[in-house]
């Protein structure tokens, strides 16, 4: 919802026909020909509905490595960005090479943390707000591609610590390179082997 609000239409009159849903522009009553931004009201309920939304169970159990990997989970400082019950703080964190404005800091739940992830798409594109949400954990089991533009095929990916080199062959979406380093979120790739099978198997069962 934050997202829209920052950057609905862009402002930009020959592109306000990404903010058409079918004919709908939910513009608070004003000239669909010339879109203000989605009031706070729509805003709300559309947040009120998704929030309504239930993920599918997983399939995964929670077993004694998965307990394991929830203590990991823990200790890692993990629930720090993504507390239970929805495994979100649902803030904001700012991409580098962003200045967070005043105005952001006092209006939006912005993250004094970055977490180096690929800033293009957040400040180089035309939507770019120049943050990254902080995103719900809850069914990863189901939920990839990983990663804010789908670099990265599986959990087992995401903390694989060669995705870091320059030479990683991305296994979701490659680009027009064949390699490159997916970066960003080095959060327990320190961890040994076994630690990362029980963080994840944990992760599976949200």
Request: aromatic residues 12%; positive net charge; proline residues 7%.
């Amino acid at each position: 919802m934050r997202y829209a609000a920052l950057n609905f239409g862009t402002g930009m009159r020959p592109i306000a026909h990404l903010s058409s849903y079918g004919g709908f522009v939910p513009n608070s009553g004003q000239d669909a020909a010339a879109p203000t931004r989605i009031s706070d009201e729509h805003l709300y309920a559309l947040a009120q509905y998704i929030y309504s939304l239930r993920a599918p169970k997983s399939p995964y159990l929670m077993d004694a490595r998965a307990r394991r990997g929830e203590r990991i989970f823990t200790t890692q400082g993990c629930n720090f960005c993504h507390p239970a019950p929805l495994y979100t703080n649902n803030k904001l964190t700012p991409a580098d090479g962003y200045d967070v404005p005043d105005e952001d800091a006092r209006k939006y739940d912005v993250l004094p943390i970055r977490v180096g992830t690929d800033p293009w798409l957040a400040i180089k594109t035309r939507r770019g707000t120049g943050y990254y949400k902080v995103p719900s954990l809850k069914g990863v089991w189901y939920r990839g591609l990983f990663e804010h533009n789908g670099s990265v095929l599986k959990l087992e990916d995401w903390f694989d610590p060669a995705r870091l080199r320059d030479d990683y062959e991305p296994t979701g979406w490659a680009g027009p390179a064949r390699s490159r380093a997916v970066k960003g979120h080095r959060f327990g790739l320190n961890l040994n082997v076994e630690d990362r099978a029980d963080l994840i198997a944990f992760l599976k069962t949200l």
